[in-house]
């Protein structure tokens, strides 16, 4: 029992890896252009500094991530770990609570600021938004858990 | 030194109360208006689902913090409070960087999607959301100690 839930954390860790790499490729190749009035438009995710927060809140986690991987599960610094794990849990939910705001923005709008949805001119652009959100939200999910195994484990220190 | 620490973590807890409190009523009570063309325009919270969700947020971890105040801490479920201080740790951390990201936008506006600052016509407005969002940071700060707290007294468990 004990050995299934090790590789189910492991499992966890890999998926942590994934996620963020995934949540900052998809964010990073995200480009779309219009033309008004003969001028053309480029939407970026580098034109707006929460989207930029987002890609570099995914990349901390994804090399975090990877370094965690290689550290031995009998080693001092295993035990600490859940303090960066609860501290990037947090960073990971900043990242995806901001670049939702946005999201939410670009695509509804907000007429009492007379702030024009953006989605009906660049969609390429969204749609990378919304998939590189979604690799976000795994990301989440994936750090909770691991937040929670980590408290499980020290709860119980004969687990596993 | 035990008693030294019980009391520095009775006062994280009821700094958490206030920070949260202080959050909603600031954010709650923002309201300005401004004359464009004739036309008087008003700016609330309401209008902004990222400053409504700031709100909710904060009033959520108001409220469970004065129940946790309650809490005895030798019942069984003190030990399992940690999982709701983490997960009312990345609420408060989501609401914070949801309205971040608004307040910023508020204030510089996005050249590149046409969306014009409005803190020069609602100075009012702005100056409340910063106001809330000082407060919401003492609260996600609050419950990051509160949540390293309980860790170190789940990896130490003599202490205090």
Redesign the interface.
Known sequence: MAKVWRVFFLLLRLLAVAATLCAVVIMATSHDSTTVFGIT????FQ????LVFFVVANGIAFIYSLIVLFIPSTSLLS??I??FD??L???L??????????A???KKG?S?????P?CDRVPNFCDHVMGAMICGCVA?ITF?LI??YD?HQ??SPKFP
């Open positions: 438009l480029e939407a970026k034109h707006t500094p929460a035990r600490s859940i303090v609860v501290i849990a947090m960073l939910t900043a990242a995806i609570a901001a670049a939702g705001a946005m939410q923005l670009g907000n009492h600021a007379g702030w024009f953006i989440v909770l937040v929670l408290i020290v709860l």
